[in-house]
């Protein structure tokens, strides 16, 4: 309850400097929210190929035209499916950014926080890794006792909750599940911390284990979640429920996996076989 009063609160309507400089005001809404270094960059870099696009014109003096032009040429001449890479990514955040109090062991559950719409929701944790994951936090609370011995053992909390709980960043339960291997100094308070793993080194474990196991298709961290949903979906559960743990807005979304469960052509028997 403590953190959706924060975030609401934080994310209430915030006015720029008027005088500042256009990327200025966007940094300063953006830091005032509470959105995350990385969300920051990536809007900056957005609004930067938006201008550029059309010719360094200010975006006050542009309108819808521009937007569906500049998504055009993307979409077309670009080939970049901008809604799709920006989802992979945000739920491959869901997984970096975990932390150790959301690890419900005796429930089976798992909450992932400040999901898709700055949604909390609640999803399975498999109790065929459980074993496994209990070593994998006993290795990470070494780490973070060691960080304590040193004078350290902080990390980046939500909101105001800092200001709120000084002392929660060093607290167990905040630590992240997959921390980095190395302090890193925070851009907004200038302390040294330990951060979550890089979206990067999962994406690059992941293909390794594919490399490991064999397997010749294309995939990746995403082409799990795909998995986890068509298989639910296989074994009897409810398309509701599906949406519920993968967290999307609508159930239209989560249907789609019910066109890949149709598998066409494959319930045609070869005459070869016969």
């Known amino acids: 309850m403590e953190n959706a009063k924060a975030g609401n609160f934080s994310r209430a309507a915030v006015v720029p400097n008027p005088k500042a400089r256009l990327l200025d005001q966007v940094r300063e809404v953006i830091q005032l929210k509470h959105y995350s270094l990385r969300t920051e960059e990536a809007y900056i870099q957005w609004i930067k190929r938006f201008i550029f696009f059309h010719g360094k014109r200010h975006p006050r003096e542009m309108g819808a035209g521009e937007v569906e032009a500049f998504l055009r040429d993307l ?88 200001r709120k709980y000084p002392q929660a960043a060093r607290e167990w339960g905040w630590q992240y599940v997959f921390p980095a291997m190395h302090l890193s100094r925070d851009p907004w308070s200038g302390r040294l911390r330990r951060h979550h793993a890089s979206e990067t080194s999962l994406q690059r474990a992941v293909k390794e284990a594919v490399r490991l196991a064999g397997i010749a298709k294309q995939a990746s961290c995403h082409s799990l979640r795909h998995s986890f949903a068509t298989q639910l979906l296989e074994a009897g559960y409810d398309i509701r429920t599906v949406q519920e743990l993968l967290g999307h807005k609508d159930v239209s979304t989560t249907m789609i996996y019910t066109h890949v469960m149709q598998k066409p052509g494959l319930g045609v028997r070869s005459p070869l076989d016969g």
Not at 122 to 148: N, Y
């Open 75 to 162: 979409a077309v001449q670009r080939k970049v499916a901008a809604s799709t890479q920006n989802q992979a990514l945000m739920r491959l955040m869901e997984c970096v950014r975990l932390r150790v109090k959301d690890l419900l062991f005796d429930e089976n559950q798992m909450v992932v926080r400040d999901g898709k719409g700055f949604k909390d929701r609640v999803t399975v944790l498999p109790s065929s890794v459980k074993a496994e994951l209990g070593a994998h936090l006993e290795r990470v609370r070494l780490l973070h006792r060691s960080d304590l011995a040193a004078g350290g053992g902080e990390v980046h909390l939500p909101y105001a909750l800092a």
